[in-house]
């Protein structure tokens, strides 16, 4: 059985191998000094949240980070579930769907109108599940670095 609760300082190692392990998915690369500060504020829990997820021999087998904002299209907040990683090894064990609820159970406590979240249009596993808990909203994203 998965448990999922809030990320803690004791998480680290654990949540630092799911991190670069998510990082290294997404073929990309976050600077040390941007993980410490990640971690930072996910610890905070104010505007940055996060969870992890634990397999029935306390293994962490995935995470999930998320965080609210105001928006135009409603007087309430909207919640953007940011990341979402479930080590491959425990993929098809629910474990992704329940990241996705306890964001979901969060946000509706909290009062936010919606969850959403984006991913890569060729990331067929996941889209998979994703197809299944949510709807496709058809949008593309564009971007400017800054």
């Given at each position: 059985m998965t448990t999922i609760s809030r990320i803690?300082?004791?998480?680290r190692?654990?949540?630092?191998?799911?991190?670069?392990?998510?990082i290294t998915f997404y073929e990309s690369e976050v600077p040390a000094d941007v993980t410490e500060s990640t971690f930072a504020r996910i610890l905070a829990d104010e505007h940055l949240h996060g969870a992890?997820?634990?397999?029935s021999d306390g293994r962490a087998v995935g995470l999930v980070h998320w965080l609210t904002h105001p928006a135009t299209w409603t007087t309430g907040v909207y919640c953007y579930l940011e990341d979402l990683f479930v080590d491959p090894g425990a993929r098809g064990s629910g474990t992704g769907r329940?990241?996705?609820?306890?964001?979901?159970?969060?946000?509706?406590?909290?009062g936010a109108t919606k969850v959403y979240w984006l991913t890569a249009d060729d990331n067929a596993t996941a889209r998979t599940l994703y197809d299944k808990v949510a709807t496709s909203?058809?949008?593309v994203q564009y971007e400017i670095e800054l």
């Open positions: 803690t300082a004791e998480d190692p654990a949540w630092d191998a799911l991190w670069q392990a998510y992890i997820a634990r397999d329940g990241l996705i609820e306890h964001v979901r159970d969060w946000a509706h406590r909290f909203t058809g949008f």
